[in-house]
């Protein structure tokens, strides 16, 4: 009786201690995003060859928002409404905590890749929204949902640098995004934002910058849903 | 009678009692006063509570070059109080070492009502207008960023903002929103028009202005309404198109085509002060617009409908609907010094 109450409290024990893939009582759920470019890590001002020639990446920001949790496709858990903007210059921006999100069983997320259009006719936000973060159009109101400045050796004119600053709520031109990914639990979801699945598609040689709303940002953010993947499936 | 709003300083006894207390600051919401059969205001007061240190705040910023790059611009530059809060005597504004912009300089007049701001609507809401000018490079020159350090060092900056904000440390949105907060007391609607209106003892329209106000209905009310005398959309006046500066107006923002020459009607509220007019301040006088409503409208495929037949007016006509339009002039407005340059008393 007693080696099979030890047996029981070892064996919970064991799932307890091995259970890297469990959320945890007690500890919110974050979201690690990690910026890659064909599956090597993605680094300001490093070289990677694309088409031919090389590109550099100086800037890459973007928010998200309305982070969801799902189990069997239903919501779980969401946030209260907040944005995050993550900065590739700055790791810790990186990781977004879910506050009161410990203990919660899910086994998808969901979220929005820039800022809905409510928060966009809203005025001036502090935060992560605030207009000194550079990710707020001045002569034409609205967020940047994803800005991503580079250099490329085989674009000429203007001048060798690359601009794509992808926002836009008006219809038809919404640029707004929404991805949901499979996940395993786990109170750290590694989200993987593999960035070639977002440059290869673009020919960074031609393309002419877009920083405005229309045709070429609506149809680029549609390609930013691929570049995001759980580094961990189930 | 009066049929005016009251000033509602909310606990305004208590908020009194509190002055003495710095730190307490509670109920202590100023509601500009407007006249009672004026639509709600478009703004969104709860997002933005008006205070008094919020209202001095952000008068002292209006009236401060220190958004500009140099130092040499504010917003008063292009918005003088005396002149209806527009740039009087050019066509289009100038801004840092005399860089000539694209557009004529609006009025801030009334805008708690207004959804649009800019003459296309570039701006869909009063807290974020301010980034335009101040990063524009032919206007402030500046980015939003280095205003909030320069501020950050400038005494008394920090302490005037924590008064309005509770907090010591200026960011962006609260700088938007103190300019806002004094934006949103240049309210008008005390003119000659009004008192008529109002039915105040001792006004009444000449009969040359009666006639005015007469033909007002007939040919102007349906774009300017009353009692804001703009109904807050975008037309196509018949103007042609200026092929220099080639400006699509409303179509650029929302590309689309039914919207080409497209720009936001404005106010007539002090009409008389705001010379030049137009996007482009192409006519000086106002003899001049109406001329151009008789005799200069163009046709594009986009010009309202309610100028499709261009407006009868005889020579008469139009000194009386001149005379007419002078009366929405608001000298309490104009030179109210509590809206003017803040000098220490």
Known sequence: MRIKQLSIFFLILGQCLTSGGQNQPGNDVSLLFKPLYRNMPLLLDSSYVHHQTTFSIQTLKFYIGRVRLLKDNKTVWEAPGDHHLLNLADTASLEVPLENSAGIVFDAIQFQLGIDS????????????????????????????LKMDGRCAGRKLPDPTFHFHLGGYLPPY?????????????????????????????????????????????????KTIKIFRSHETP | MKRHRCIILTGASMALFLCAFDNVHEDNHVIPEYPANWPVPAYNFDRNPLTREGIALGRKLFYDPILSRDSSISCSNCHLSYTAFTHVDHALSHGIRDSIGTRNSATLINLAWNRYFMWDGAVNHLDVQALAPIEHPAEMGEKIGRVVEKLQNDRPYPQLFYKAFRDSIITGEHLMKALAQFQLTLISANSKYDKVMNQESGWAFTAQESSGYALFKTHCNSCHTEPLFTNGTFANNGLPADSLLQDIGRMKITLNPKDLLKFKIPTLRNIEFSF?????????????VLHHYTDGIVFSPTRSPELKDGIMLSHRDKIDLIAFLLTLSDRDFLFNEDLAFPRKK
């Open chain 1, 118 to 145: 409510l928060t966009n006719v809203s005025g001036a936000m502090g935060g992560d929204l605030d207009p000194t973060k550079g990710m707020y159009w001045t002569w034409q109101s609205g967020y940047i949902n």
């Open chain 1, 174 to 222: 919404a640029t707004i995004q929404s991805v949901t990914l499979k996940t395993i639990l786990s109170s750290r979801v590694v989200i993987d934002a593999d960035l070639s699945f977002l440059i290869d598609k673009i020919d960074l040689v031609h393309q002419r910058n877009v920083m405005s709303p229309g045709v070429d940002a609506r149809e680029l953010s549609k």
């Open chain 2, 276 to 288: 030049p007019y137009m996007h482009d301040g192409r006519f000086r006088s106002l003899s001049e």
